[in-house]
């Protein structure tokens, strides 16, 4: 896992990748280069927000956004990236199973379980 911390006068950030692996079950591809799997994080004005996404080396983004994550969020969030460190995907519906199955508690509404 490789991570970057930057702090600047306008805000700091908080980059982590780790590698994917792309299995190609036809001639065709679906990534340009080695897919990643990355956490982005960022403070600025003192409002923290997060991004979980699954990428390549040309276009390709997948991401799900997190608005005022808090600490431990975006521990659970580093964890998952480590525990998907060098997985393989075969298509892009691989990717949308991994970044939509990360689950956290404060994704739901209590009022719908009243």
Known sequence: MEGKFRKSKYGN???MTVPLFEEKLSP???FC???HMY??????DNTLT??????????FDYRRDFENPTIPLIHELINW???HENAKINDIGDVGKIINSFYWEGDIDEDDYY
């Open 13 to 15: 950030s908080l980059y």
């Open 28 to 30: 065709y591809r679906a």
């Open 50 to 59: 997060a991004t979980l996404g699954i990428g390549d080396l040309d276009d």
């Open 39 to 44: 956490l982005l994080v960022w403070e600025i």
């Open 33 to 35: 280069g080695q897919p």
């Open 81 to 83: 990236l480590k525990d």
